[in-house]
């Protein structure tokens, strides 16, 4: 079955500053990939998704990048805000959602 | 109406107890999802229920029993469940199932501790 890598699990950054989480994933077939947001007490949010027909998505602060080829994909927050400190969670499409492990996010004001 | 609601919120039972954990959506999704979730771990897939039928089950002990009585609704029947069942059960619904780019909403999920 499909195996979701994801890195770093904590990342801790100073108010304004991006922050990048990555995933890779195993199998080639996978077309769909998610990032989450989970925030302490609530169900994971859909924050930005990307397909595999397509290198690079971006809405507002919040970008991911595709690397078909080298089956990983990156979360690029910007500008981050205390109100983005969080789980991050990537997940994989390939008939069923696997996740990877999750990141914890905090952004020191 | 975007919203996969819960309930309860909060459940604490006995192992010789029964209860039940439910789950809405009226977005018209066709495919509903049980997760399990463990403190600090991500999503794990329980079950998948497409156009009211069970499709997947991820070799999930016969104590959980999902239930879909209709196309908005989806049940998950507890019966002497051990502690380490303790954790958030989440619902999540998407358009169809086992699709491309088949976005999953998720519902804030019931906090389960069995004693």
């Known amino acids: 079955g499909e195996n979701v890598e994801q890195h770093p699990s904590t990342l801790s950054v100073q108010e304004g500053d991006s922050a990048v989480i990555k995933c890779t994933y195993s199998?080639?077939?996978?077309?769909?990939f998610p990032w989450y947001k989970q925030e302490l007490g609530k169900g994971p949010q859909l924050i930005i998704d990307?397909?595999?027909?397509?290198g690079e998505k971006k809405d507002q602060r919040i970008a991911v990048t595709l690397n078909k080829t080298a089956k990983h994909f990156s979360l690029h927050i910007t500008e981050t805000q205390p109100e983005d400190s969080a789980v991050y969670f990537c997940?994989?499409?390939?008939?069923?959602?696997?996740f990877g492990a999750g990141t914890r996010l905090t952004v020191k004001p | 109406d975007t919203e996969v609601t819960q309930t309860p919120k909060h459940l604490v039972m006995g192992m010789t107890n029964k209860k039940s954990l439910k789950c809405e959506q009226h977005m018209g999704h066709r495919a509903m999802y049980w997760y399990k979730q463990k403190a600090k771990k991500p999503p794990e897939l329980m079950f998948v229920?497409?156009?009211?039928?069970?499709?997947i089950n991820e070799s999930v002990p016969s104590r959980f029993s999902p239930e879909c009585p209709n196309s908005s609704l989806l049940n998950l029947h507890l019966h002497a469940l051990q502690p380490e069942d303790s954790a958030l059960y989440l619902c999540?619904?998407?358009?169809?199932?086992?699709?491309?780019?088949?976005?999953?909403?998720f519902g804030p999920g019931t906090r389960l501790t069995v004693l």
């Open positions: 999540a619904s998407s358009q169809v199932a086992r699709e491309f780019y088949n976005e999953q909403f």
């Open positions: 229920y497409s156009y009211e039928k069970l499709s």
């Open positions: 199998d080639s077939a996978s077309n769909y």
């Open positions: 990307i397909r595999s027909n397509v």
């Open positions: 997940a994989v499409l390939n008939n069923d959602m696997r």
